[in-house]
């Protein structure tokens, strides 16, 4: 299988075929096998918190210092938690998946170019 951006019979770009091709699956891939795990981490970590808030309320009430808990620090958690996922797919992105998507758009903006 060629690596090269198929046209469809008029010369038009066949973009069935590009959704198709290996560089726009191992695209998806690539961005799935980052996706998918931090999805599945983050919410297990947000039910955690939830059902412990829910059932584990003397636990969340326990003070750590003067009147901060453990509720509090581990729901000011979910929010560097979520920072911290945002920037972490953001350099993975830039590292990983830009450099690939810039690929096959240029290469579709020739080929509609040449159309």
Same mark, same amino acid.
């Given at each position: 299988?060629?690596? %090269?951006?198929?046209?469809? &019979?008029?010369?038009?770009? /066949? ?5 198709? &091709?290996? @560089?726009? @699956?191992? !695209?998806?891939?690539?961005?799935? &096998?980052?996706?998918?795990?931090? +999805? ?7 039910? $955690?918190?939830?059902? !412990? $808030?829910?059932? +584990? ?8 210092? *003067?009147?901060?808990?453990?509720? !509090?620090? =581990?729901? =000011? *958690? ?9 920037? $972490?797919?953001?350099?993975? +992105?830039?590292?990983?998946? /830009? ?8 290469? !579709?903006?020739?080929? %509609?170019?040449?159309?």
């Amino acid at each position: 299988m060629s690596d %090269q951006i198929p046209a469809g &019979s008029n010369s038009t770009i /066949d973009y069935i075929a590009i959704e198709e &091709s290996p @560089r726009f @699956r191992r !695209l998806k891939r690539t961005q799935r &096998s980052f996706i998918f795990p931090l +999805a599945a981490f983050f919410l297990i970590w947000y039910f $955690a918190y939830v059902l !412990l $808030a829910a059932f +584990a309320t003397d636990f969340m009430a326990q003070r750590v210092w *003067g009147d901060i808990t453990v509720g !509090l620090l =581990l729901g =000011l *958690g979910q929010f560097v938690t979520t920072f911290a996922i945002t920037m $972490a797919y953001v350099s993975f +992105a830039n590292r990983k998946i /830009d450099p690939l998507a810039t690929e096959i758009r240029e290469e !579709l903006e020739k080929a %509609q170019g040449q159309a």
